[in-house]
């Protein structure tokens, strides 16, 4: 479920999120619109049981009023509970930023079901915070992490910024310091590079020569930092940019990456779906013919327009892909190829009904002679130390 509003908007982000202070208007009217939305979802929900994971993401989820927060939570876990074969705890997941959150707080999101909180700090670094613009200080990021364990989280992930402006291995190495030594460190870390995005506050600067941001090679170097920084504390790094201790990997986001089928709901959500779901409604019932083909669609980004269509009972649908079974089969490969495990392209092609295998295993056998992947039988990974190159290896799968 996607939150489309945050505090103020930060200076790198293009994500469909405006600022509670010009959209505050649309909070009442969105949350009308996403728990219909959610209501008319049931019947797809229902046919991606058993349901592993929920995660509502944005935006910033936790800048809603709490009561209306919650209420979105219990519907969620209500609606996840109600799909056939849950076994065991699902992963509730909920984004936080550390400016937004108190540990009063926290405890009833942790009551209402939430069990995973994923806080976005970015950095540790005053300056580096300031010129991304973040509405948080270090302090607060920290104090975001006792909090939550104070009000009984044993699931918390932080995401990092790699490739901030002024951002050098030895200020990158003070902010995953300043995690490791909590006493109880976050079970996951997300470090994904900055992207400049065409349009944002930070772009226009670095375009205009007013602010330099680390080029790709020092990017590297600060990516082999976290590696190295988060190897010796114990994590697990489990996909290209995301580390998990102790088994903490994300239930959600394993699911993109393995293909799974998930429902999105809210502005800009995107949902993936084998197409004899993608168009059920409320009311019809789950066709059971074998699923020929996927489906890989999105809601409206405009935040106003997704509230018009839902509340006149239009679907919020702004487009779809279908999926034949030889493109979804390459998108798991692509997507698995993230994954430290990798992808059995025989599984792949056991579930999608495709032969990719004999066309994939050459250029893969190619790769292996280069380094850049492993292979054992029919599962391909990409090597521990090809993975900042993986994508050569990733555009071979497409091809
Ligand atoms: S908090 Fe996240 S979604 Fe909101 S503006 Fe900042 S980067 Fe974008």
Redesign the pocket.
């Known amino acids: 479920m996607h939150v489309p509003f ?5 200076a ?2 293009d ?1 469909v ?1 405006s ?1 509670l202070a010009d959209a505050g208007g649309l909070v009442p009217s969105y949350l009308e619109a996403v728990k219909l939305e959610l209501e008319r979802a049931a019947p797809r929900i229902r046919g991606i049981a058993p349901i592993t994971s929920v995660f509502i993401g ?3 989820p936790t800048c809603l009023p709490l009561r209306e927060l919650e209420s979105l939570v219990a519907m969620l876990a209500q609606s996840a509970a109600q799909a056939p074969g849950a076994t065991g705890e699902i992963e509730f997941t909920v984004e936080a ?1 550390p400016a937004t959150i108190s540990r009063a707080g926290l405890s009833r999101l942790r009551r209402a079901g939430v069990n995973r909180l994923s806080i ?1 700090v ?1 950095s540790l670094d005053p300056r580096e915070l300031a010129v991304l ?3 948080h200080t270090a302090e607060q990021a920290l104090s975001a992490v006792d909090d939550a364990r104070a009000a009984g989280f044993e699931n918390i992930s932080v995401d990092l910024i790699l490739g901030a402006p002024g951002q050098t291995p030895d200020s990158l190495r003070r902010t995953l310091a300043g995690f490791l030594a909590l006493d109880r460190p976050p079970e996951h870390v997300s470090a994904y590079c900055l992207q400049l995005e065409t349009g944002t506050p930070l772009e226009r600067s670095v375009s205009l020569g007013e602010t330099t941001v680390p080029d790709a090679d020092d990017t590297a170097k600060l990516y082999e930092v976290v590696v190295e920084a988060l190897s010796r504390a114990g994590y697990a790094r489990y996909e290209v940019s995301n580390f998990a201790l102790g088994g903490r990997e994300c239930v959600h986001n394993l699911g993109y990456w393995r293909g799974g089928m998930y429902v999105g709901l809210g502005p800009a959500a995107h949902s993936h779906l084998p197409s004899s779901l993608a168009t059920l409604d409320l009311g019809s019932a789950a066709a059971t013919e074998p699923m020929p083909s996927w489906v890989r669609s999105w809601n409206t980004a405009s935040t106003q327009e997704y509230v018009r269509k839902v509340m006149s009972r239009e679907s919020p649908e702004d487009g779809r892909e279908t999926l034949d079974a030889e493109a979804e089969a390459r998108d798991r490969v692509m997507l698995g190829l993230r994954t430290a495990a990798g992808v059995d392209l025989h599984e792949i092609d056991a579930e999608c009904g495709t032969d990719l295998s004999a066309s994939l295993m050459p250029l893969m056998r190619e790769r292996q002679t280069q380094r850049l992947v492993e292979i054992d039988g029919a599962r391909v990974k990409i090597a521990p130390q090809a993975m900042l190159i993986s994508n050569l290896v990733l555009v071979d799968s497409l091809r």
């Open positions: 945050c505090v103020r908007k930060c790198y982000c994500f999120s600022p944005g935006g910033t930023n976005g970015q613009g973040r509405v």
